[in-house]
């Protein structure tokens, strides 16, 4: 399911996770970091890259591509998204960031939907732009959309993620 979202403000940040590209909201993302420091924790969980000090800041890092079932390890990742766990932060290992984008605005999705004159190269054509979502695990995507430049990728699910990081925020800061 392709979907246009109706506010034109709207925006993503796109990212590549065990070389594979998707996006998230940036309402999700507080920023991006260099994991240039990252310290090993020895009896950490399999996940647990280790613990960022960001300005101060202690935060645990997940290896974003273990998290989405990609067992994958990139070595030469050094990008670190900040998502914004509740009142708390986790860090997200991934591969590249690419930018920050727009989501396009639908104007008449109806009208592509029930047009049925598709010559045989349109057909070729969207069959080229789907996008392959099997590697994320269906609780962690939102749904395929459509950006500005007109690339399809799929979107994660800021709520879902959230719930998944809550059980690496430190048990002192969870009140535990």
Known sequence: MISNFNSSSEAVIIFQIAGKRCACS????????????????????????????????????IRFSSLLNQNIN???????????????????????????????????????SHNEEHTKEDKDESKQEEVDVSWIPRRFLKEIVKLESGLKCP??????????????????????
């Open 26 to 61: 940036v309402d999700f993302i507080r920023e991006v970091a260099k994991a240039s420091s990252i310290y090993k924790i020895p009896s950490n969980h399999p996940l647990v890259e280790g613990i960022l000090n960001l300005r101060g800041m202690i935060i645990p890092v």
């Open 155 to 176: 979107l994660l699910d800021s709520k879902s993620l959230s719930q998944a990081l809550w059980a690496y925020v430190p048990d002192k800061e969870r009140g535990e």
């Open 74 to 112: 990139e070595q030469g990742s050094n990008l670190v998204l900040v998502a914004h766990v509740s009142s708390f932060y986790v860090g997200l290992l991934v591969d590249h960031v690419f930018k920050v984008e727009k989501l396009a605005v639908n104007k008449d999705v109806t009208e592509e």
